[in-house]
T-cell receptor
């Protein structure tokens, strides 16, 4: 069974204080790993897709990396507007209907 | 690109009534759409996979007679919560995969259902 574990559950940062979020996964055969950002009361917003170990993607202050067992989302010099819940999900090659398996998320609060 | 809309954004209904939620892909055609449920401070729980022109595939433990899904076109899927009860109150979110944009799913803004 595919499993995704995110840590920490919550993260409080000062503005400018860089940090990393972890997403550990077990999957029969990884088709893709996805990062999303979710603001309260809204649907998740797509950030990145990573397909193979060693791959990296960047968008503004966010950088996602992937190994064979985990992915990291690095937030560099965060701003208060980066406060959100960050969700990680995996898709297995054998996943029926291309469904995603989500982790529990990391709630990030960036204080000014 | 890859925009998904949901309607309504918020609905309040009385116990025993049925509620229909629409999910539309606005700028792409989606042969597959997904319906999720999310409780406060929890992650997304997949309810069912909606396939255009065929029956939906429900996850284990989801009552297919209570949560009716119809995917009548390549841009529209509907979720009907039948005979809603207070325990059905939740945040319902749909997503769709744009086959031309890789394997990522794009999510709608969600529908907050409150059953009194």
């Amino acid at each position: 069974e595919d499993q995704v574990t995110q840590s920490p559950e919550a993260l409080r940062l000062q503005e400018g204080e860089s940090s990393s979020l972890n997403c550990s996964y077990t999957v029969s055969g990884l088709r893709g790993l996805f990062w999303y950002r979710q603001d309260p009361g809204k649907g998740p917003e797509f950030l990145f897709t990573l397909y193979s170990a060693g791959e990296e993607k960047e968008k503004e202050r966010l950088k996602a990396t992937l190994t064979k067992k985990e992915s990291f989302l690095h937030i560099t010099a965060p701003k208060p507007e980066d406060s959100a819940t960050y969700l990680c999900a995996v898709q297995a090659w054998e996943a029926a209907g291309n469904k995603l398996t989500f982790g529990g998320g990391t709630r990030v609060l960036v204080k000014p | 690109g890859a925009v998904v809309s949901q309607h309504p954004s918020r609905v309040i209904c009385k116990s025993g009534t049925s509620v229909k939620i629409e999910c539309r892909s606005l700028d792409f055609q989606a042969t597959t759409m997904f319906w999720y449920r999310q409780f406060p401070k929890q992650s997304l729980m997949l309810m069912a996979t909606s396939n255009e022109g065929s029956k939906a595939t429900y996850e284990q433990g989801v009552e297919k007679d209570k949560f009716l899904i119809n995917h009548a076109s390549l841009t529209l899927s509907t979720l009907t919560v039948t005979s809603a009860h207070p325990e059905d109150s939740s945040f319902y979110i749909c997503s769709a995969r744009d086959p031309l944009s890789g394997s990522a799913q794009y999510f709608g803004p969600g529908t907050r259902l409150t059953v009194l």
